[in-house]
């Protein structure tokens, strides 16, 4: 069965740092393209950032793009979000989701979630 | 980016409706088109991808169609499960854009 588990998560004031993880299982991860997906409370879905599947290429939203770098640790089944210059409006609930490719690209599988709070 | 718009924002409706979400892409996104069903408190899950091809699991009662820049998900038959918010997401190009969302209330 396919798990993505985040952690990291929490409350960070503005201009702070958090380090988000996600723990893959269930599958060959280093096969497959990341993603990291965002959502505001009572908002709705918004991409963050993508890792291909060897780590060496990554794409951001602009919202994130220069704050935020993605990574990943094929060894140890690993996905990270480093989250640096944290805003107010960084607050949401992260997930960690797996890329599938058929005819085009999907995401069929999400973490949990792992909220974060950025406030004074 | 390419911008997806939804219609309508909200919906409401009885068990055993028929009910059809629009999705319409800003450009032709050819059929790189997904959907998603995202209930409270949950991750999104995946409903259908490339427009029309149902994900493994999920029941009959929901399709896709369309192509270019106007899509539909249409569930045949709502079930009390069904009374949640749905996605559309293009893969066409980066950054991936998602439709502000459509909530299907009884």
């Known amino acids: 069965e396919v798990q993505l588990v985040e952690s990291g998560g929490g409350l960070v004031q503005p201009g702070g740092s958090l380090r988000l993880s996600c723990a893959a299982s269930g599958f060959t991860f280093s096969n497959y393209w990341m993603h990291w997906v965002r959502q505001a409370p009572g908002k709705g879905l918004v991409w963050v950032s993508r890792?291909?599947?060897?780590?060496?290429?990554?794409s951001y939203a602009d919202s994130v793009k220069g704050r935020f770098t993605i990574s990943r640790n094929n060894a140890k089944n690993m996905l990270y979000l480093q989250m640096n210059s944290l805003r107010a409006e960084d607050t949401a609930v992260y997930y960690c989701?797996?890329?599938?490719?058929?005819?085009?690209?999907?995401?069929?599988?999400w973490g949990q979630g792992t909220l974060v709070a950025v406030s004074s | 980016d390419i911008q997806m718009t939804q219609s309508p924002s909200s919906l409401s409706a009885s068990v055993g409706d028929r009910v059809t979400i629009t999705c319409r892409a800003s450009q032709s996104i050819n059929n790189y088109l997904n959907w998603y069903q995202q209930k409270p408190g949950r991750a999104p899950k995946l409903l259908i991808h490339a427009a029309s091809t149902l994900q493994s699991g999920v029941p009959s009662r929901f399709s896709g169609n369309g192509s270019g820049a106007e899509f539909t998900l249409t569930i045949s038959s709502l079930q009390p499960d069904d009374f949640v918010t749905y996605y559309c997401q293009q893969s066409y190009r980066t950054p991936p854009t998602f439709g502000q969302g459509t909530k299907v209330e009884i």
């Open positions: 989701a797996r890329e599938s490719w058929s005819s085009n690209w999907y995401v069929d599988n």
């Open positions: 890792v291909n599947s060897d780590g060496s290429s990554a």
